[in-house]
T-cell receptor, first 113, second 115 residues
Framework: AQSVTQLDSQVPVFEEAPVELRCNYS??????LFWYVQYPNQGLQLLLK??????LVKGINGFEAEFNKSQTSFHLRKPSVHISDTAEYFC???????????FGAGTTVTVRA | NAGVTQTPKFRILKIGQSMTLQCAQD?????MYWYRQDPGMGLKLIYY???????DKGEVPNGYNVSRSTTEDFPLRLELAAPSQTSVYFC??????????????FGSGTQLSVL
């Protein structure tokens, strides 16, 4: 079985400042990793995913994440946030031969002017 | 192209009542899922389906039932509503497994309160 731990439940940040959201996972098999974003009163949207290859993955809206196999982490970063990045962010994992995602508890990012 | 459509958006039930949450997708996806989202808990998988006529339990199936008679529709049934089922419910679909399996398309959710 897989599990995901998001280390921060809430992250306040000022506009144009950088942000990092931390995600650790555990699994006995090889996995795919994902970050989803949920804007207020909406469903989740895929930000980016790691399947294989380069450990630095770029996604939409200027986000990127780095896969670190030795530390079993998949942290999400953005160098300069906007007010519109205020949302809840979910890290997720699935076995590479399966189709069911396990989600973390989420990190709420609040961007202030 | 509507994507994943969920109805209703909001519902209040009394304890013991039953209801069906509707979910339809128009992307011809084989895989469909029902998740519930509780504050601070992330999303938990209730049931999933890999194609018409095939369903299976997820992490938290107790108190729910599903059916998948067509590729497009995947309704979720609550038979005897309980306060513990107060949650936001999301339906999702995807193309399949492997390199394309992780991109789930989500509906906008159903907020259910059981009082």
């Amino acid at each position: 079985a897989q599990s995901v731990t998001q280390l921060d439940s809430q992250v306040p940040v000022f506009e144009e400042a950088p942000v990092e959201l931390r995600c650790n996972y555990s699994s006995s098999v090889s996995v795919y990793l994902f970050w989803y974003v949920q804007y207020p009163n909406q469903g989740l949207q895929l930000l980016l995913k790691y399947l294989s290859g380069s450990t630095l993955v770029k996604g939409i809206n200027g986000f990127e994440a780095e896969f670190n196999k030795s530390q079993t982490s998949f942290h999400l970063r953005k160098p300069s946030v906007h007010i519109s990045d205020t949302a809840e962010y979910f890290c997720a994992v699935s076995p590479s031969n399966d189709y069911k995602l396990s989600f973390g508890a989420g990190t709420t990012v609040t961007v202030r002017a | 192209n509507a994507g994943v459509t969920q109805t209703p958006k909001f519902r209040i039930l009394k304890i013991g009542q039953s209801m069906t949450l509707q979910c339809a997708q128009d992307m011809n996806h084989n895989y469909m899922y029902w998740y519930r989202q509780d504050p601070g808990m992330g999303l938990k998988l209730i049931y999933y389906s890999v194609g018409a006529g095939i369903t299976d339990k997820g992490e938290v199936p107790n108190g729910y039932n599903v059916s998948r008679s067509t590729t497009e529709d995947f309704p979720l049934r609550l038979e005897l509503a309980a306060p513990s089922q107060t949650s936001v419910y999301f339906c999702a679909s995807s193309y399949g497994t492997g390199v394309v399996g992780g991109k789930l398309f989500f509906g906008s959710g159903t907020q259910l309160s059981v009082l």
